[in-house]
C-alpha cells in the first residue's frame, strides 16, 4: 500500500513539474516547433546586393511587410507555391497574456511600453487611439467580434463572389467560434427586438438588418485565436517570418524612362542593425504592403512616393509623385452610453450586435471595470474601464489637467464601473480626413485626422444612435436585467460626458443637445481605413499606380470599412488576394 501511495505522490509530482515546465516553455516552444520559421530580425543574412548578387537563394518571390490582419493569411497562401519573407515590426503573441486571454483585453491595450503589442497615437481631432505592434496585428488587440462584409461593399470593391465564398470559410475554420452568450449581451439582444431593431436573425457571420449574433476569435476558454495562427496553414520550407524587423524603405530601381521597379527593403532588427532583403529578378516578384492604414501611407511616404510638396519638406527623394497618399483617411465615429449597476457583471465583449436602416450599429460590452487595473484604481490610464477602449494619455498632457483627470474619476458613482455600456457607431461616414509625416523616423506615428462629424450627415446619423442606444437602456428588458431604476435620457449622458474619453474641450451643461454630446464623447473602435484607395493609389488589383512589383493589401485600400466590424474581411482578404495572385501567375497549377 505504501509503495503504491508512493507512487501515486510521484506521479502527482511528475504532472505537477510538466505543468510548470509547460507554463514557462510552453507559449516560447508552441510557436517555435509549430512555427520553425518565426526569427528574430538578428537572425537575418543579408549578403546580397543589386549588383554583386546573382544568387537568388537569399533572395525572395514576395517580400510582405506587416505580419497583421491581412499579411499573416497572404503570406501563409503564397507560400503554397513560391519563397516568402514577411516582416513583422512587433513581437509573437503567443507568449503573450494581456494578448492571449478576454480578461486582459483592456490591459494591453493601456500597455505602452516600447515591447507592448498595442502602440497608441492621438488624432488631430483629440481623439485617443491605437495600432498593432504584433505578428497578427489587430487580431490580437481588437475586441474579437467577427462577421462578413455586407453584399453591397464587396459588389463596390470588385471582388469575384465565388473567390470570397472560398476564402472566409479558410479563416473561419481555423481560428472563428460561436460565443456563448454573455447575460449582459443576452439582455442587450432583446432589448435590441424590444426598441424595433428586427428581425432576430440569431447566430450568423452574415450581415443582415436587424438583430444578430456574431463569431468571435475567442474561444470557449476566453483565449484569443489570431492571424498568426493562420501560418500553420503554410508551407514552412517556403517561408520566413521575422519579428522585431522594422522596414524603413521600400528599394527602388530608378532606371531613366522606366516606371519605379520594386527591388526589396531595408529594415532594421531589434538591436538597430540595418538589413536589406531583395526580390529575384523574376518580373512578377513583388514587395507587398500589409501595414495598415497607418503603416501603410506611412512607409509610402518614407520610401519616397506621395505628395511632392510633402516628401520636399522632410527631404525625402522622391521616387513617384502622388497626391493622393495619406488622402481619404476616414475612421467610424463610435460613441458609448453608460449602463451603471449595483453588481457586478460578467465580462463581455461585443457578441451581439442591431444592424439598423439609419446607417448606425449599435453594440455592447460589459464587465471591464471590475479588474485591479481599472481606470478606478489607477487614474492615469484611458482604457476600456469608461468606454473609451484605448489608451493612456499622451505626454503634452499638462500637470492640472491630470489632476482634473483624476477628480472627475473620483467623483463618478462606483456604479459607473460595475455595469456596462452600450455603444453606437456610424457606418460609411461620408467625413474624411488625411496623414502627413511629422518627420523620418518610422517608429514613430504620422499626423493623422479623421474630422469626425465633419459632414453634417454624419453628425445626425450619430444622434439617431444615441436616441437608439437610450432606447435600449431605458427598455423594460434592460432595465429588469440591471435591477436600476429607468435612467432619464441627461442623466446618462452627464455620467458619459464627464468620464475623459478623448482629448476634446466638454461641454457638461450641455447634454440636452445631443450634437454637442456626440462631439464631446466621440471615441474610436478602431475600424479607421483609407489613404491609399483604389484609383487613387492602386489600381483595382492593388498594385501602386505608377510603379512595377508593388503592391498593397490592408485596410488602407477601402474607401468603407466593411461590415459591423472589418477584421473578417481583412483576414478574408489576405487569402484571397493570395490565391487570386497564385492563379494568376500559375493557372491550375496552383492548386489553391
Known amino acids: 500500500m505504501a509503495a503504491f501511495v508512493g507512487a501515486v505522490k510521484l506521479f502527482i ?13 510552453g507559449a516560447r516552444d508552441f510557436y517555435e516547433f509549430r512555427y520553425p520559421f518565426i526569427k528574430r530580425a538578428s537572425s537575418f543574412s543579408s549578403s546580397s546586393s543589386f549588383s554583386s548578387s546573382s544568387n537568388d537563394e537569399v533572395r525572395y518571390d514576395y517580400i510582405i511587410v506587416g505580419g497583421g490582419t491581412a499579411g499573416c493569411p497572404l503570406a501563409a497562401t503564397l507560400s503554397q507555391n513560391f519563397s516568402v519573407l514577411m516582416l513583422e515590426r512587433g513581437g509573437v503573441p503567443f507568449s503573450n497574456a494581456n494578448v492571449s486571454f478576454l480578461r486582459n483585453f483592456h490591459i494591453a491595450l493601456a500597455d505602452t511600453s516600447p515591447t507592448s503589442a498595442s502602440q497608441p497615437f492621438v488624432s488631430t481631432d483629440g481623439v485617443i487611439n491605437a495600432r498593432a505592434r504584433v505578428l497578427g496585428g489587430g487580431t490580437c488587440i481588437n475586441a474579437g467580434f467577427y462577421t462578413r462584409a455586407n453584399s453591397d461593399f464587396l459588389r463596390r470593391v470588385g471582388w469575384d463572389a465565388r473567390l470570397v465564398n472560398e476564402s472566409y470559410p479558410w479563416v473561419e475554420k481555423q481560428i472563428v467560434h460561436q460565443p456563448k452568450l454573455a447575460p449582459w449581451q443576452d439582455a442587450f439582444k432583446d432589448s435590441l427586438l424590444d426598441v424595433g431593431v428586427s428581425p432576430y436573425n440569431g447566430f450568423t457571420y452574415d450581415h443582415i438588418y436587424g438583430t444578430k449574433v456574431g463569431g468571435t476569435i475567442f474561444d470557449r476558454f ?13 508551407n514552412p520550407k517556403m517561408l520566413t517570418v ?10 527602388f530601381d530608378k532606371s531613366a524612362g522606366k516606371r519605379p521597379k520594386a527591388m526589396g527593403v531595408m529594415f532594421k532588427d531589434e538591436n538597430g542593425n540595418q538589413h536589406q532583403a531583395f526580390l529575384t529578378n523574376n518580373r512578377r516578384s513583388e514587395v507587398i504592403l500589409s501595414c495598415g492604414a497607418i503603416g501603410t501611407p506611412q512607409l509610402l511616404m518614407l520610401s519616397g512616393i506621395g505628395p511632392k510638396a510633402e516628401l520636399q519638406r522632410l527631404n525625402i527623394s522622391m521616387v513617384l509623385h502622388n497626391e493622393f497618399v495619406g488622402k481619404g483617411m476616414a475612421d467610424n465615429p463610435m460613441n458609448s452610453v453608460f449602463v451603471p449597476m449595483t453588481r457586478s457583471v460578467e465580462q463581455s465583449l461585443i457578441q451581439t450586435v442591431g444592424i439598423t436602416k439609419m446607417g448606425v450599429y449599435v453594440e455592447a460590452s460589459s464587465g471591464f471595470g471590475q479588474s485591479q487595473d481599472s481606470i478606478h484604481c489607477h487614474h492615469g490610464l484611458l482604457s476600456a474601464e469608461i468606454g473609451q477602449l484605448s489608451t493612456v494619455p499622451p505626454k503634452q498632457r499638462t500637470r492640472q489637467a491630470i489632476e482634473e483627470f483624476i ?41 493623422v485626422t479623421f474630422n469626425y462629424f465633419g459632414h453634417p450627415r454624419d453628425l445626425g446619423r450619430c444622434v439617431n444612435g444615441i436616441r437608439m442606444a437610450a432606447k435600449v437602456i431605458q427598455s423594460d428588458r434592460f432595465t429588469n436585467f440591471t435591477k436600476c431604476d429607468k435612467p432619464t435620457v441627461e442623466k446618462l449622458l452627464n455620467m458619459s460626458v464627464k468620464a475623459n474619453i478623448n482629448l476634446i474641450p466638454k461641454h457638461t451643461n450641455d447634454t440636452k443637445s445631443l450634437e454637442q454630446f456626440c462631439k464631446d464623447t466621440v471615441i474610436t473602435i478602431w475600424h479607421y481605413h483609407g489613404g491609399c484607395l483604389v484609383g487613387k493609389v492602386v489600381d483595382p488589383n492593388h498594385k501602386v499606380l505608377g510603379t512595377r512589383r508593388l503592391r498593397i493589401v490592408d485596410g488602407s485600400t477601402f474607401s468603407e470599412s466593411p461590415g459591423t466590424n472589418p477584421q473578417g474581411t481583412v483576414l478574408m482578404m489576405g487569402r484571397y488576394m493570395g490565391v487570386k495572385i497564385l492563379r494568376r501567375r500559375l493557372g491550375k497549377a496552383a492548386g489553391v
Open 222 to 234: 476566453g483565449r484569443r485565436h489570431t492571424a498568426a495562427e493562420l501560418l500553420a496553414s503554410a
Open 407 to 447: 477628480k472627475r474619476k473620483r467623483d463618478l458613482p462606483r456604479e459607473a464601473f460595475k455595469g456596462g455600456f452600450i455603444l453606437e457607431k456610424i457606418a460609411m461616414p461620408l467625413s474624411t480626413g488625411h496623414l502627413n509625416l511629422i518627420n523620418t523616423n518610422i517608429d514613430n506615428n504620422p499626423s
Open 13 to 25: 509530482s511528475l504532472v505537477l513539474w510538466l505543468n510548470t515546465l509547460s507554463s514557462i516553455q
Open 242 to 251: 521575422l519579428v522585431y524587423a522594422t522596414v524603413q524603405k521600400v528599394l
